[in-house]
Structure formats: structure tokens, C-alpha cells
């Protein structure tokens, strides 16, 4: 399977690896599964008072395309606001790096973890979970 050069770049220097505090309130964290593979993605935001990402962190037990779709996914969700990041659409991330199908739930992973982890920022914060439902 040949692999792009985008998703070798993110796979061999992934960004923002790392944990965030989620004892605290404004930061929300996402833990999800593929049921494809098993793998887990762990991923989190801090939110400032605007409801700005200020910073994005993962975590992921995946193959490299889930590194790579996750890696990414942290870089786009910085600077975003939480609104935004809701539309990040896993087809985007599987666009930008050309994953092969196969490969397209790895970045299913990577847009539950988002989602998972804006609503726990929201329900921490008292806003009302918003439906994750996505047919893939
Ligand atoms: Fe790929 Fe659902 S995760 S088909
Ligand atoms: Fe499991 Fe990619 S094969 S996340």
C-alpha cells in the first residue's frame, strides 16, 4: 500500500502528542474505539473563554494512518472555535492525506474523538451534548 508523503510526515513527526489536564474545566477529553480494529484514540481540547481551541492534544494506541489522521485533526482544531471544530469532517482529514479506503475508519476515529471531546468540554461547561451520530 503506498502511503502519502502527508501521512509519512504526520507518522514519523507526529504534532501535538501529548496529555492536557482533564481535571480541569476547560478542557474537554474524547476517548473512543474503532470497532474496525480495536484501536483507541484519545484526544483533548483547551478552551478559552471565547470558546476558542487554544490547545489540542492526542493520545493514540492506532495504527499510522490514525496517527497521522489524529495528528492533523490537532493541528486543525487549534484556533478554532468550538463550532467550527464540530464540522471537521473525517472525509477532510482522509482528503488531505490521500488515505486509501481501508484506511478511511482510522479517520473516523479521529472525527468521534473531536466530537467526543467537544461535548465533554460542553457538558462540563453546561451546554447540552450535541447528537454524535455519523453514518460511515
Ligand atoms: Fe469505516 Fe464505519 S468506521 S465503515
Ligand atoms: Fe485501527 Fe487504523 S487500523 S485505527
Redesign the pocket.
Known sequence: MAYSDKVIDHYSNPRNVGTLDKSKKNVGTGLVG?P?CGDVMRLQIEVDENNIITDAKFKTFGCGSAIASSSLATEWLKGKSIDDAITIDNMDIVEELALPPVK??CS?LAEDAIKSAINDYRVKNGLPALELEKS?
Open positions: 474503532a474496525e478511511i475508519h473516523v460511515h
